[in-house]
């Protein structure tokens, strides 16, 4: 079971638009439309953003999507605002299993 | 009010015992499979293991090599982890979260966490 693939750290200023890749394989993000995303703020649990590729919780603001093409999903953050300094990580079912990826740490200018 | 509040961290030797508790409240616990996931300092999170409704089904990450164990009581509302044989590598903040209702494949819910620290 090994991590899924996230880059260390993205930026972006506010108002732009900032995506955030997750790489797994047909084992994992390519076999499922499991995928899930979470932000978490330093000292603070995880939080839910996206389920199942593409859907958002109820109350998780619609700057915030995701997609998925073959063994990598995606999230992309509109209109970048500076609460969304954050770490996300992405996430995906795995046969009886959950794997995470490493974190990328956002950085709004 | 809708929570999830974990207990029982501390500082253990290597080799020790722990056995970490979540109190759930608020909601209809005996509903929703739950899940322990760690996050060593520093680190990403790691999902430890999940538990079913009924506990009809237990899974847990590979790499525990069957140190841990899961268990819930729906009477109590309580979920519970059992760690033996602690190593160092299991230092990190332990979180309960509730999947997301009727799967298993995300979780919409978090305690705040109990942190684990493994030292001699």
């Known amino acids: 079971q090994s991590a899924l693939t996230q880059p260390a750290s993205v930026s972006g200023s506010p108002g732009q638009s900032i995506t955030i890749s997750c790489t797994g394989t047909?084992?994992?993000?390519?076999?499922?439309?499991?995928v899930s995303w979470y932000q978490q703020h330093p000292g603070k649990a995880p939080k839910l953003l996206i389920y199942?590729?593409?859907n958002r919780p109820s109350g998780v603001p619609d700057r915030f999507s995701g997609s998925k093409s073959g063994n990598t999903a995606s999230l992309t953050i509109s209109g970048l605002q500076a609460e969304d300094e954050a770490d996300y990580f992405c996430?995906?079912?795995?046969?009886?299993?959950?794997?995470f990826g490493g974190g990328t740490k956002l950085t709004v200018l | 009010e809708v929570q999830l509040v974990e207990s029982g961290g501390g500082l253990v030797k290597p080799g020790g015992s722990l056995r970490l508790s979540c109190a759930a409240s608020?909601?209809?616990?005996?509903?929703?499979?739950m899940n322990w996931v760690r996050q060593a300092p520093g680190k990403g999170l790691e999902w430890v293991s999940s538990?079913?409704?009924?506990?009809?089904?237990?899974y847990y990450a590979d790499s525990l090599k069957g140190r841990f164990t899961i268990s819930r009581d729906n009477a109590k509302n309580s979920l519970y982890l059992q760690m033996n044989s602690l190593r160092a590598e299991d230092t990190g903040v332990y979180y309960c979260?509730?999947?997301?209702?009727?799967?298993?494949?995300?979780?919409?819910?978090w305690g705040q966490g109990t942190m684990v620290t493994v030292s001699s």
């Open positions: 047909s084992s994992d993000v390519g076999g499922y439309n499991f």
């Open positions: 608020g909601f209809s616990f005996r509903t929703y499979g």
């Open positions: 979260a509730r999947d997301r209702r009727d799967t298993t494949d995300s979780f919409d819910m």
């Open positions: 199942e590729v593409s």
């Open positions: 538990i079913s409704t009924l506990s009809s089904y237990i």
């Open positions: 996430s995906s079912y795995a046969r009886n299993s959950t794997l």
